[in-house]
């Protein structure tokens, strides 16, 4: 599994794992039960805080994306399946966030645009 974090971003680095992980999960590129790193481990992997990795850890736990286990380590979640209208919803959600941040760094409608396209076309061709 492979984060990346940016320090200077105005989004904390626990919401950014976060948002990584559940990205995954949702994706299906972590499946049902896939064990995620060690808060331990992917603090030094990302050279981080032991704690703000906990912080992520307890956000994806108090989300339904992840279990944690003492002995058995933090593994996704079985993730029910999200109905059409409330993926939709969340989808929308997220699309806003970006175009609110897109916005603030001052970005038009026309480069947030090419940007997603650009994005979608590449993630497209790593699927």
Not at 33 to 50: F, K
Request: proline share 5%; with cysteine.
């Amino acid at each position: 599994m492979e984060l990346t974090v940016d320090i200077a971003s105005p989004v904390p680095v626990y919401e950014q794992i976060r948002a990584q992980v559940t990205e995954l999960v949702e994706s299906g590129t972590l499946r049902t039960n896939t064990p995620l790193p060690s808060v331990r481990q992917l603090a030094a992997d990302m050279q981080i805080a032991p704690g703000t990795v906990a912080r992520a850890y307890r956000e994806l736990e108090a989300s339904g994306m992840v279990v944690c286990s003492r002995w058995a380590g933090t593994r996704v979640a079985e993730v029910a399946f999200v109905p059409r209208t409330e993926r939709r919803q969340r989808v929308d959600e997220a699309v806003a966030r970006m175009v609110s941040a897109a916005r603030r760094l001052g970005a038009k409608d026309e480069e947030i645009e090419a940007s997603v396209g650009r994005i979608l076309a590449r993630q497209s061709q790593t699927r």
